[in-house]
C-alpha cells in the first residue's frame, strides 16, 4: 500500500490487518537483551527515526491523522489506536513524536500557509524534516508572552536579535517555530509573531545544555542577525500569540498523551510496566514486601484512571463538549501520575537506586534527578491550574499588573 495512492475505503479491523502484515515483513522487532539507541540526545538515535519514518511513509503508514493533501491518510483516531496496538514489539520512530508531530506539525495544520502546511508537514512524513518550538526564554520563566527577543522590519527581511534555551532536540531539527517580539508599542500579547525559521541558518549559534542527570538533548540558540522572509511567517504579523496559543494547545495534549498525531508506542513512553516493577523490585530485594506490592498496585491504578481520562477528555474536545483548554487537565494529571511512577520506583530500589549499576537500578535515580521536567513541559503544573481554573471552570483570572499596558512601559528587572 503506497502513502500517496492509498484512497480506498476500508474498517478499522481491515486498516489493523493490513498493519499487522506490513509490519512483520517491514519493521524491525524489539530485541529486549538488544534494546535500539533511543536517547534523545543520541544523534544516531535521530537519524535511525528519519529512516524508519521513510519505510512507514512508503508503506503507507504514516501520518494516519494527518489529512491526506499534507501526506497523511486522512483517517481518525481510531485507526491511530489500531496501528499502535499492532506495532506494540516493532522499532518505531518514536521520539518525532514530540515534538514534530504532535507540537509542530499539528500547530502548522491548523495556523501555517498552506505552502507551509504542503512542505513542511508532508517533508516530516517523509522522515525528512525534524521540527521543534523555540519559545522560553533565558530571562522569561513562565511567562511567554513577556519574551524579549525581537524581530525588526528591515526592508523585505525580518533580523531577529535574542535569545532562546530549554529547546527539546533542537539540535537534531531541521526548523524551530520561534516566537518573537515585532511591536512593543502595544500589550505584551498583542505584539508577536510566529516564524517558522531554519535552524542552520546564518545568525543562529546553538548549544546542547548539559542536565544534571548527563544528558544534553536541551539546547539554546542566541540570535544575531537572522534574517527571516515574510514567506517564514505563522499566521499573520502581530498575531503570533494566536498562533503560540494553539501551540500550547496541541503541547499539552501530547505531554498527557492524548494527541491524535503520535504514532507507535514502546520504550520511548519510559513508563514501567507491572512487568518492569516486579523485576526492579526482585533486583532490589523488596518483591515480597506486601507495602511494597500495595505502593506498586496504586501506581498500575492511577495509570488506568489516567488512561479513560485522556479518552474521556479528549472525545470531549473534539465534539465541543470541552473547550481546547481541557487539554491542560490531561497534561497536569500526566504529571501527577509519573510523580507517582518515579518516586514508588526509587522507593522499591531504595539505596541501590543511587549505588548499584549492576542490575540497571541507578538508572531508577537518575531518573528520579530529572523528574522535575514532566511538571515543566507544556507550561508548569501552576500555569496548568490557572487555565483549568480560568479557561474551563470560569473562575476570575489572577491580577496581572502588565495587563493592558504596552509592553515597552512594562518595568523589566530594575527598580
Not at 524579549?148 to 530549554?166: E, F, L, N, Q, Y
Not at 544575531?224 to 498562533?243: I, M, P
Request: aromatic share 8%; proline share 4%.
Amino acid at each position: 500500500m503506497s502513502q500517496t495512492t492509498a484512497t480506498e475505503e476500508f474498517t478499522v479491523t481491515e486498516f489493523a490487518a493490513r498493519a499487522r502484515s506490513w509490519l512483520a515483513a517491514n519493521m524491525p522487532r524489539l530485541d529486549p537483551q538488544h534494546p535500539p539507541r533511543n536517547g534523545r540526545d543520541d544523534e544516531g538515535a535521530w537519524q535511525r527515526a528519519r529512516e524508519l519514518q521513510r519505510r512507514l511513509y512508503d508503506g503507507g503508514f504514516a501520518g494516519i491523522c494527518f489529512p491526506r493533501e499534507y501526506g497523511g491518510l486522512g483517517l481518525d483516531i481510531r485507526y491511530q489506536k489500531a496501528f499502535d496496538i499492532e506495532s506494540d514489539g516493532y522499532e518505531m520512530p518514536l521520539i518525532l513524536n514530540v515534538p514534530t508531530f504532535t507540537i509542530c506539525c499539528a500547530t502548522l495544520l491548523d495556523t501555517g500557509s498552506e505552502e507551509q502546511k504542503r512542505r513542511h508537514i508532508h517533508a516530516a512524513l517523509r522522515g525528512e524534516e525534524v521540527l521543534v518550538q523555540l519559545l522560553s526564554e533565558p530571562s522569561g520563566g513562565s511567562d511567554l508572552a513577556g519574551l524579549i527577543t525581537r524581530a525588526d522590519r528591515d526592508g523585505d527581511s525580518w533580523v531577529i536579535s535574542g535569545a532562546k534555551t530549554w529547546s527539546t532536540s533542537a539540535f537534531a531539527a531541521d526548523y524551530g517555530l520561534l516566537l518573537a517580539r515585532t511591536d512593543s508599542t502595544v500589550p505584551k500579547h498583542d505584539g508577536l509573531t510566529m516564524f517558522l525559521m531554519p535552524i542552520d541558518a546564518p545568525g543562529v549559534t546553538l548549544r546542547r545544555i548539559e542536565q544534571v542527570d548527563g544528558t544534553n538533548e536541551f539546547c539554546e540558540e542566541f540570535f544575531d542577525g537572522l534574517r527571516l522572509g515574510d514567506d517564514a511567517v505563522v499566521g499573520e504579523v502581530n498575531k503570533g500569540w494566536d498562533v503560540a496559543s494553539r501551540l500550547l494547545f496541541h503541547e499539552r495534549r501530547a505531554v498527557g498523551q492524548g494527541s491524535e498525531f503520535a504514532s507507535g508506542r514502546g520504550p520511548e513512553r519510559t513508563e514501567m510496566a507491572a512487568g518492569d516493577f516486579l523485576v526492579l523490585a526482585a533486583d532490589a530485594g523488596t518483591v515480597d514486601d506486601p507495602l511494597i506490592q500495595d505502593k506498586i498496585g496504586r501506581v498500575l491504578a492511577r495509570r488506568m484512571v489516567r488512561d479513560c481520562l485522556v479518552d474521556y477528555v479528549g472525545r470531549a474536545m473534539r465534539t465541543g463538549a470541552l473547550p481546547p483548554a481541557a487539554g491542560s487537565l490531561i497534561r497536569l494529571f500526566h504529571s501527577d501520575v509519573t510523580f507517582l511512577e518515579v518516586d514508588t520506583a526509587t522507593e522499591v530500589a531504595g539505596p541501590l537506586g543511587v549505588v548499584d549499576g549492576d542490575a540497571q537500578l541507578l538508572r531508577v535515580g537518575k531518573r528520579y534527578l530529572s523528574r522535575q521536567t514532566v511538571a515543566l513541559g507544556g507550561g508548569s503544573n501552576e500555569m496548568a491550574r490557572n487555565v483549568i481554573a480560568e479557561r474551563v471552570l470560569g473562575l476570575p483570572r489572577e491580577y496581572a499588573a502588565d495587563r493592558g499596558v504596552p509592553f515597552n512601559q512594562v518595568r523589566h528587572n530594575r527598580a
